[in-house]
């Protein structure tokens, strides 16, 4: 089956190059290129797509507005395509949270030399989008902002406390959603809980300040040597692993350069693997919403060790890749809703 595409940016550059990639793969055929959506539109009349890559900031109509405008009318698989600045970055993630699956990057030099070298890895995005459900996520209440937040547990925690129970989560394609909704709804009570988000360089430090700023618990990206402590979500940086280890009493968080596993930097496989290895029966295991294999394995020693082990439900997921490939290695323990999943990590 041939997934048809359709390419939004008004850069001549990258609209040429992006074509000429995915023109490579044998299943992906792009049917149009626009400079920008206004364009666009008038060629949607005719042809839908079965993917739009869609540029973030253009100037007659912005990326994000037609982004509404089509998940409002028609929804339909969306990749954003952004550089790498700060403000790029948060619009991108606004766009994840309006129903845009994945983001590919765009650095400002060398973007030939880039995409060349990537051409695997995007492949693998726009395949992914291609196989996503377009439901409604649900959304969680966020707190009042204009409310002031009381201290939270990672503050009040004494450094004398004993860490005695993490929650490990991996998840990919329709994971920022997926946790959007989870992680307001902790207290900061919760146990420590450290997640791979597979997410371009750059984007999970904002993807972290985003949640942070939803939520009750203290969420940071990780830069290695925070403890896991209760309140606390540490979030993997793009283009790096993270693993738990284990000082005494304490588990503490763990960042590296490695090459990719799984086709992943982050892995998720990487994190349950130490996870199992360093935590055992004192770990829940969670794994998501996301296209291929990452984490399956790694859950299946979490589940050998001793771990809980959780994977959620094809219904609820927007891709069903990851979890499916964990329940058919028999590694998940319970097969869960997204609603669900709060209540088990409380």
């Not at 982004?67 to 009318?73: A, H, P, T, Y």
């Not at 619009?91 to 060398?110: C, H, Q, R, V």
């Not at 996301?290 to 997921?317: F, I, N, P, R, Y």
Request: charged fraction near 20%; glycine fraction near 6%; include cysteine.
């Amino acid at each position: 089956m041939t997934i048809n595409v359709i390419i939004i940016d008004d850069s001549a550059v990258v609209r040429q190059v992006l074509s000429s990639v995915l023109e490579e793969a044998p299943d992906i055929s792009v049917i149009k290129v626009a400079s920008d959506p206004i364009i666009a539109q008038k060629f949607l009349q005719e042809r839908w797509p079965d993917v739009i890559i869609l540029d973030i900031e253009m100037p007659r109509m912005d990326g994000l507005t037609f982004l509404r405008k089509i998940m409002s009318e028609r929804p339909t698989p969306v990749v954003i395509c952004s550089s790498l600045t700060k403000k790029s970055c948060n619009l991108s993630l606004e766009a994840l949270s309006l129903g845009a699956t994945n983001i590919i990057t765009k650095p400002e030099l060398s973007v030939k030399g880039f995409l060349l070298d990537a051409k695997q890895e995007f492949w693998q995005v726009v395949r992914a989008a291609a196989q996503a459900k377009m439901v409604r996520q649900p959304k969680s209440v966020a707190p009042d902002a204009g409310e002031e937040k009381p201290p939270r547990q990672s503050e009040l925690v004494h450094m004398s406390h004993t860490t005695d129970r993490i929650v490990a989560i991996g998840t990919s394609t329709g994971g920022t959603i997926a946790l959007e909704y989870i992680l307001p709804l902790l207290t900061r009570t919760c146990p420590g809980i450290a997640v791979v988000q597979h997410m371009p360089e750059k984007f999970t430090s904002a993807f972290a300040a985003r949640l942070n700023d939803i939520s009750q618990v203290e969420v940071l990206e990780a830069q290695g040597g925070e403890r896991l402590i209760p309140g606390r979500v540490l979030i993997a940086p793009g283009g790096k692993h993270m693993e738990v280890t284990r000082s005494g009493a304490q588990f503490i968080s763990r960042v590296f350069h490695g090459p990719p596993v799984n086709r992943h930097c982050p892995s998720v496989d990487v994190l349950f693997r130490s996870v199992a290895k360093n935590v055992g029966r004192n770990a829940l295991g969670i794994i998501m919403t996301g296209m291929g294999a990452d984490g399956a394995h790694g859950l299946l020693e979490m589940k050998q060790a001793g771990s809980e082990t959780v994977a959620q439900d094809e219904e609820t997921c927007v891709v069903f890749g990851m979890p499916k490939e964990a329940i058919q290695l028999q590694a998940a323990r319970k097969i869960v809703a997204l609603e669900q999943i709060p209540g088990l990590i409380q």
